[in-house]
């Protein structure tokens, strides 16, 4: 697997939200991957849990409904392939979803 310095990732996740930063009026949930680099990428990229408590769990659980588009998003692939996103994911009890199964809360992508 390519190992990506910090600087790339933050890089290439920037290019990425503003391509698809979304916000559902509605339920004022703003989709900003963006927000899980601080708190998360330590424990992504270090395989380890976080506390259930931490920063990045909340700010996963506050991205929920987010994920969707997430992993439907083509570009995101790299990311969400890397080992310690399922380590994140267990760690703060939060699903990752099938993107063949899930539903978009969104009406554009």
Same mark, same amino acid.
């Given at each position: 697997?390519?190992?990506?310095?910090?600087?790339?990732?933050? *890089?290439?996740?920037? *290019?990425?939200?503003? #391509?698809? @930063?979304?916000?559902? @009026?509605?339920? *004022?949930?703003?989709?900003? !991957?963006?927000?899980? @680099?601080?708190?998360?990428?330590?424990?992504?990229?270090?395989?380890?849990?976080?506390? !259930?408590?931490?920063?990045?769990?909340?700010?996963?659980?506050?991205?929920?409904?987010? #994920?969707?588009?997430?992993?439907?998003?083509? #570009?995101?692939? !790299?990311?969400? /392939?890397? !080992?310690?996103?399922?380590?994140? *994911?267990?760690?703060?009890?939060?699903?990752?979803?099938?993107?063949?199964?899930?539903? #978009?809360?969104? /009406?554009?992508?």
């Amino acid at each position: 697997m390519m190992k990506m310095s910090y600087a790339s990732l933050v *890089a290439t996740m920037l *290019a990425m939200t503003i #391509l698809m @930063v979304q916000v559902n @009026v509605g339920m *004022a949930i703003e989709c900003n !991957p963006m927000k899980l @680099v601080p708190p998360c990428y330590s424990f992504i990229t270090g395989n380890t849990p976080p506390p !259930p408590d931490s920063e990045c769990c909340n700010v996963l659980h506050d991205q929920n409904k987010c #994920l969707c588009g997430y992993v439907r998003n083509q #570009l995101y692939q !790299p990311f969400l /392939s890397m !080992p310690g996103i399922k380590t994140v *994911a267990q760690a703060c009890s939060i699903k990752i979803p099938d993107p063949k199964t899930c539903i #978009l809360w969104f /009406s554009r992508w």
